[in-house]
């Protein structure tokens, strides 16, 4: 059994920050992808940024510039790094986890840029 938990969601005003957290247990023994998404009400989910073991990165164009990803292997644990937050950021964001034997998702955390 495999569970994750994200934090660091909440409101905040356009041009501000936000730090998300992802912390992955349970039976775990190789975590290849850590990854976030979003899903704005009425929109499909999509990637916001990924990060592979070796550390190579791949961020939507979207927020390139904007959002840096990193994760803690020893910690099993991925961020995300928002700055100059924009109202077209809000969403549910979510995390996902690729390792040996599946693909596991968070239950989501709510970000909503607003002034």
């Known amino acids: 059994q495999v569970h994750l938990v994200e934090s660091g969601g909440g409101l905040v005003q356009p041009g501000g920050s936000l730090r998300l957290s992802c912390v992955a247990s349970g039976s775990i023994f190789n975590i290849y992808e850590m990854a976030w998404y979003r899903q704005a009400p009425g929109k499909q989910r999509e990637l916001v940024a990924a990060?592979?073991?070796?550390?190579?990165?791949n961020y939507a164009d979207s927020v390139k510039g904007r959002f840096t990803i990193s994760r803690d292997n020893a910690k099993n644990t991925v961020y995300l790094q928002m700055n100059s937050l924009k109202p077209e950021d809000t969403g549910v964001y979510y995390c996902?986890?690729?390792?040996?034997?599946?693909?596991?998702w968070g239950q989501g955390t709510q970000v909503t840029v607003s002034s």
């Open positions: 990060i592979t073991s070796g550390g190579r990165t």
């Open positions: 996902r986890i690729q390792t040996s034997y599946s693909d596991y």
